[in-house]
């Protein structure tokens, strides 16, 4: 891969939304290597800190009916919303696969919890990369209820959701247009 390769995979990351998943499913062959190029992050004194648990099939709509539960009964009369309600289950039924994406922190707290929550963002931007390269739909979410997922799942001592991260093929769009303020704008130059 040359250099104007890797520009124009991460120029033209998206975030592909479940509702624009089409019926294809995502290969487990794909997702074991978007799992391993996951695991080549960045990790300060190797603590590896990221963890993930690969939602498919009926476990997706029991993660969608448990997601959709818990939102209504966390949420009081005059929040709650039908459309949320609805789009949060939607959400599990139109991916082809969920992965949780989880932290598990340094027993010996060797370094600060941010490095690793960090680290673990950065074994997802690669998986996001990945699925650029490859065209596969992302989306990382990280809504209120992963406060709640270790009623849904056993964590190790230590271990919390960071979010979901949506997969699903989708029909390509050449109308994704993302846009960036210019970094000049971003930039104090020190010389």
């Not at 290969?27 to 993930?52: G, V, Y």
């Not at 598990?104 to 960090?118: F, L, T, V």
């Not at 001592?157 to 390509?172: A, K, P, S, T, V």
Request: charged content about 25%; proline content about 4%; glycine content about 4%.
């Amino acid at each position: 891969m040359g250099k104007e390769s890797i520009n124009e995979i991460i120029r033209g990351r998206r975030s592909v939304f479940p509702p624009q998943y089409n019926d294809t499913p995502v290969s487990e062959a794909f997702i074991r290597t978007l799992l391993e190029n996951a695991n080549w992050a960045p990790t300060h004194r190797l603590t590896q800190p990221w963890r993930f648990k690969v939602v498919q099939g009926v476990s997706k709509d029991r993660l969608g009916t448990f997601l959709s539960n818990t939102y209504t009964d966390i949420t009081s009369d005059e929040d709650f919303s039908p459309f949320k309600h609805k789009k949060i289950r939607n959400n599990c039924t139109m991916a082809s696969a969920i992965i949780v994406i989880c932290m598990q922190r340094d027993e010996k707290n060797r370094i600060p919890e941010w490095e690793e929550i960090a680290s673990t963002a950065m074994a997802v931007q690669n998986m996001w990369l990945t699925c650029s390269a490859h065209n596969v739909g992302c989306y990382w979410s990280s809504p209120k209820l992963i406060d709640f997922m270790d009623d849904f799942f056993d964590f190790e001592e230590g271990e919390r959701c960071l979010g979901f991260f949506y997969l699903g093929n989708y029909d390509q769009d050449h109308d994704m247009i993302s846009k960036r303020d210019a970094v000049e704008e971003k930039t104090l130059w020190f010389k």
